[in-house]
């Protein structure tokens, strides 16, 4: 008797061990999932994302542009200034045509944000000239440079202004190239390196909002 | 004295194949970026071609539409994008060079009204062989 059931028994450990790891398998994809980050994903992506402290800005009509304002949407964000020549109008053209790219319903939950670390040149009411040339969606944001800071440094952004050379009033505003990706709860989702591409964000914007949402 | 005049002949001869020299850079594709409204700082591009056996330095460019221009290079150190001016745009023998945006550029100061693409801007160009040429940018958006 106890000779004939120690087969029953195995096979029974066996089943229980099988299903044991089948489900432990289902479960780790299943929970353990929202946190993977996608194997082809053109961008740093930060799984616990990292949440942003306060800061007070005023956007190109003069209303405050704080974390609330970042809260219930996706945000793209990129530093720079009206009078640089060439990388910021390069990558605001960029913005705007991985904005093309996105769909209606994306276009909803989305904003992109151009920010101006030069405000002494860049009052909203330039802003406001220059973001709307891009795109009338666009937003620009500017404020104190205290203020600025608790938000660059925030999220790792830097930013240095050159002397002016002698006889000269223009000066060069030196500024990180990164485009950085906010989610609807104020936190720091992802970074995007340049050199840009609007295919590769729209592309990573997609399957970062498939894996989050 | 016979020698002075072999002297004067040999720089005579000379004189035309520097004016030749000027013709081995070529110039194509310059473009000038449309830029937004109230903008004082554009950005113009071009390609340039050396078909001479010699390097030529481009040492300025001018135009009446701009107050000043100068050569920029678009470089990414310390974490950021910084603007390199550079003195002259070298050119070497043989060799294409290429102005494009995030990369080397004119960085074109002032313009004297709010150009639109299709619009075209003079550019007056001097070289290290000491010639010049003047070409055409069309103002493009990006």
Same mark, same amino acid.
């Given at each position: 008797?106890?000779?004939?059931?120690?087969?029953?028994?195995?096979?029974?450990?066996?089943?229980?061990?099988?299903?044991?790891?089948?489900?432990?398998?289902?479960?780790?994809?299943?929970?353990?999932?929202?946190?993977?980050?996608?194997?082809?994903?053109?961008?740093?992506?930060?799984?616990?994302?990292?949440?942003?402290?306060?800061?007070?800005?005023?956007?190109?009509?003069?209303?405050?542009?704080?974390?609330?304002?970042?809260?219930?949407?996706?945000?793209?964000?990129?530093?720079?200034?009206?009078?640089?020549?060439?990388?910021?109008?390069?990558?605001?053209?960029?913005?705007? /045509?991985?904005?093309?790219?996105?769909?209606?319903?994306?276009?909803?939950?989305?904003?992109?944000?151009?920010?101006?670390?030069?405000?002494?040149?860049?009052?909203?009411?330039?802003?406001?000239?220059?973001?709307?040339?891009?795109?009338?969606?666009?937003? *620009?944001?500017? *404020?104190?440079?205290?203020?600025? /800071?608790?938000?660059?440094?925030?999220?790792?952004?830097?930013? *240095?202004?050159?002397?002016?050379?002698?006889?000269?009033?223009?000066?060069?505003?030196?500024?990180?190239?990164?485009?950085?990706?906010?989610?609807?709860?104020?936190?720091?989702?992802?970074?995007?390196?340049?050199?840009?591409?609007?295919?590769?964000?729209?592309?990573?914007?997609?399957?970062?909002?498939?894996?989050?949402? | 004295?016979?020698?002075?005049?072999?002297?004067?002949?040999?720089?005579?001869?000379?004189?035309?194949?520097?004016?030749?020299?000027?013709?081995?850079?070529?110039?194509?594709?310059?473009?000038?970026?449309?830029?937004?409204?109230?903008?004082?700082?554009?950005? *113009?591009?071009?390609?340039?071609?050396?078909?001479?056996?010699?390097?030529?330095?481009?040492?300025?460019?001018?135009?009446?539409?701009?107050?000043?221009?100068?050569?920029?290079?678009?470089?990414?150190?310390?974490?950021?994008?910084?603007?390199?001016?550079?003195?002259?745009?070298?050119?070497?023998?043989?060799?294409?060079?290429?102005?494009?945006?995030?990369?080397?550029?004119?960085?074109?100061?002032?313009?004297?009204?709010?150009?639109?693409?299709?619009?075209?801007?003079?550019?007056?160009?001097?070289?290290?062989?000491?010639?010049?040429?003047?070409?055409?940018?069309?103002?493009?958006?990006?």
């Amino acid at each position: 008797m106890k000779k004939s059931n120690f087969p029953i028994q195995s096979l029974l450990l066996v089943a229980v061990a099988i299903l044991s790891l089948v489900l432990g398998l289902w479960l780790s994809q299943k929970l353990g999932g929202k946190t993977l980050v996608p194997a082809d994903l053109d961008a740093t992506f930060l799984p616990s994302g990292k949440p942003l402290a306060p800061f007070s800005l005023v956007d190109q009509d003069g209303k405050a542009f704080d974390v609330d304002r970042l809260k219930g949407r996706w945000t793209f964000m990129f530093f720079g200034y009206t009078n640089c020549p060439d990388v910021c109008p390069t990558t605001l053209q960029t913005m705007k /045509d991985a904005w093309k790219l996105l769909d209606k319903k994306s276009l909803d939950k989305t904003q992109m944000v151009f920010v101006s670390v030069d405000a002494d040149r860049d009052p909203p009411a330039v802003l406001k000239k220059y973001v709307n040339y891009f795109h009338p969606d666009f937003i *620009g944001v500017t *404020g104190k440079p205290e203020q600025m /800071d608790l938000l660059t440094r925030n999220i790792g952004i830097l930013y *240095g202004f050159e002397d002016p050379q002698p006889g000269r009033k223009d000066y060069v505003v030196n500024h990180s190239g990164q485009i950085v990706l906010i989610d609807p709860a104020a936190n720091l989702r992802a970074v995007f390196s340049p050199p840009h591409d609007p295919q590769k964000i729209a592309g990573s914007f997609q399957k970062i909002r498939n894996l989050l949402e | 004295m016979k020698r002075q005049y072999i002297l004067t002949f040999c720089f005579a001869c000379l004189f035309p194949l520097q004016t030749m020299a000027a013709s081995t850079l070529i110039f194509a594709n310059a473009w000038i970026a449309e830029a937004p409204p109230g903008v004082k700082v554009m950005a *113009g591009y071009f390609d340039v071609v050396n078909t001479g056996s010699e390097e030529v330095l481009i040492t300025e460019i001018t135009s009446p539409e701009f107050g000043n221009i100068e050569f920029h290079r678009t470089v990414h150190e310390d974490g950021m994008m910084k603007m390199a001016a550079q003195p002259h745009v070298h050119v070497p023998p043989g060799k294409q060079v290429k102005l494009e945006p995030n990369g080397k550029h004119m960085m074109m100061f002032n313009p004297v009204y709010r150009f639109f693409h299709g619009d075209h801007v003079t550019l007056r160009i001097s070289l290290s062989d000491g010639s010049k040429q003047t070409i055409k940018a069309t103002v493009k958006a990006r």
